[in-house]
């Protein structure tokens, strides 16, 4: 209960401090190097860079004090990233995509989510391409690229994040 307890506060510490753009020193440097170098989300390079360190720490104190820090660590992102973007926090994904039929009956069936078709034209070839529009849950994510890949692998697709989504499928929007 101890390392729960501790990961909920140091979480909302570390998202109180990561939403500053600040760092606590020692290992979130490395993160952030990651991060900006090879493009790994900020929370997942902690991640990374922590594991990294409490495996090795694992030789050294003996596996059951890892095990609790591994839980301490996965808790302690998990607080720091609701506090980081907020509780409501939604994907989105825009999909540019040959085969918007295809993946979108995929989504309305196997996700149970809304798709919108906008129309797009390449700025680079003229050409009229269809794109994909939909909101998601974070969990929803693996299951939306596994789709994607398999309808069209050359698909582009860019997932962001939206701290509100108001309607049918998420909370209601109330006036």
Do not use: N
Request: some cysteine; proline content about 3%.
């Amino acid at each position: 209960m101890s390392a729960l307890y501790g990961a909920i506060v140091s979480g909302i510490g570390y998202g109180l401090v990561y939403r500053a753009r600040g760092s606590s020193g020692g290992s979130d440097i490395l993160a952030r190097i990651l991060s900006h170098y090879r493009g790994v989300p900020v929370t997942q390079s902690y991640l990374i860079v922590d594991t990294a360190v409490i495996l090795g720490a694992g030789f050294v104190f003996g596996w059951k004090a890892a095990l609790y820090a591994m839980i301490a660590l996965y808790v302690s992102g998990l607080v720091a990233e609701t506090t980081l973007e907020g509780g409501g926090t939604v994907r989105t994904a825009l999909i540019v995509t040959s085969q918007p039929e295809a993946i979108s009956e995929r989504v309305l069936e196997e996700l149970e989510r809304g798709v919108t078709l906008l129309e797009g034209t390449g700025a680079y070839t003229g050409a009229e391409r269809p794109v994909l529009y939909c909101v998601i849950t974070r969990a929803e994510v693996a299951s939306l690229k596994a789709i994607v890949h398999e309808v069209d692998p050359r698909a582009f697709m860019v997932i962001g994040v939206a701290h509100e989504a108001l309607g049918e499928g998420f909370r209601p929007l109330k006036t």
